[in-house]
């Protein structure tokens, strides 16, 4: 499929540990396979996908914190952006000192509001298929800066916790909000369930219910499973599930989930 443009997106859920990066570096390495160029901006201070995408022999010099720190001058987008040992595939990295970028970001809001736009945008719809922003685990600075440079949002939720899918609400009013006031780019907000085992009969009935809330159309068909696997990759550094275990059923997960992805860019 030959798309009309680059699209960027928040990978976004303010609660921790539901599967953001997983789905951020899995997701990216699956449609980088389906030969689209794409880049992952690690837009996280924990720096989880960088440590997932970034192979250990890399020689890193310049990433995302020197690119939006206000203090230096910022160094050339294309300095920052490193291979992975995927083909088609870049990560824009982070490092643990961005945290230090919080507050003078959130002092300077709404100013600061547009910063990793003017920073990213335009280079990244250009020069990649699919972007995928990383975002830390809260309501804050650097999820709201995610939003007003995406096309779209990707919300992974756990199925096993019908307070995982509650919390949807949060980063979606927020999402939605952008859109209305500062975003005229972004076109929609989809929802990925995470940890789903059909035996358990919460996953079934909290998927259920989040079709009700949100909209059976808001909610990709496939779901991440729950496996070993992504917890051991985590140990491997430079891999994604298709390096690791290419046949696994969390990698054909992904595959498919990119084949579904891709068709919200046909229809939009
Ligand atoms: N489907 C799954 N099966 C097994 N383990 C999983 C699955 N999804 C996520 N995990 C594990 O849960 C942990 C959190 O996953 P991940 O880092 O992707 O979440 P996150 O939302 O990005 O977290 P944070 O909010 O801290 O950024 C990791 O150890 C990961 O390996
Ligand atoms: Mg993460």
Redesign the pocket.
Known sequence: MKLKRGYIGAIA?H?????????TVNLAAALALKKFKVLVVDS?P?S?STSYLLPSHTKIKDTLYELLDKETPPPAIEDCIYPTVHPNLFILPNVIESSGLEMPLTLDFPQSNTLLKETIRDYAIQNYDFTFV?V??TLAIFLSLALHTSDFLLI?AEAGSGNSLEGIKGVLGLAQGIAKSGNKDFKFAKIVT??VDRRVSACKANIEMAKLRFGEENILRTP?????D??N??ALKGHSIFTYRAQSK?AQAFRRIATEFIKFFEES
């Open positions: 859920n609660k921790g540990g539901v599967g953001k990066t997983i789905t996280d924990q989880n990383d830390p685990p992974p995470n940890r991440i499973p729950t496996s070993a992504f917890q990759l985590e969390g």
